[in-house]
């Protein structure tokens, strides 16, 4: 796939998220599917992160203050955090979390991109983890 493909696939899912979590529903591809503007591949990526965005959002939450409610982190940038929780599960931290960054830094005027920058950093590090202790078993 393209760079530009790649980009764009992205940013669609985490818009499609960021509906999602602007509404406080329940993430559904299916809802991907009868709207009509997303391709198979796309609909396949979107039900992937519903089925495991329950996991997603309880990695994340393990690295956010404790007295923090999930609904406090603004919903773009719960969507952000979610589609790099996804993307950290089968690609290079690095990469991931350099292009979440600069999606927040592209959607949010704030210094949200810091706290971006530091959760996915502790996410991608407990997913390597457990990928190692994986290895080990």
């Keep these: 796939m ?9 940013e669609k899912i985490i818009g ?6 602007l509404l406080n529903q329940k993430l559904n591809s299916d ?11 796309e609909i396949l990526l979107i039900d992937k992160i519903s089925k495991n965005y329950e ?9 956010i203050k404790k007295d923090w409610k999930w609904e406090r982190i603004s919903a773009i940038n719960r969507a952000i955090l979610i589609y790099g929780t996804f993307e950290l599960s089968f690609n290079d931290k690095g990469l991931v979390i350099d292009v979440m960054i ?7 005027p704030d210094n949200s991109f810091k706290f971006i920058n530091f959760v996915l950093d502790k996410v991608g590090d ?3 983890k457990i990928k190692n202790s994986k290895k080990k078993s």
């Design 2 to 10: 393209a760079n530009k493909e790649i980009i764009k696939l992205r």
């Design 16 to 21: 499609y998220i960021y509906s999602y979590e």
């Design 31 to 41: 809802n991907a599917f009868e709207a009509g503007t997303f391709k198979n591949k």
């Design 55 to 63: 996991i997603f959002k309880k990695i994340i939450s393990l690295f």
């Design 102 to 108: 600069k999606y927040s830094k592209e959607f949010v």
């Design 126 to 128: 407990y997913l390597e």
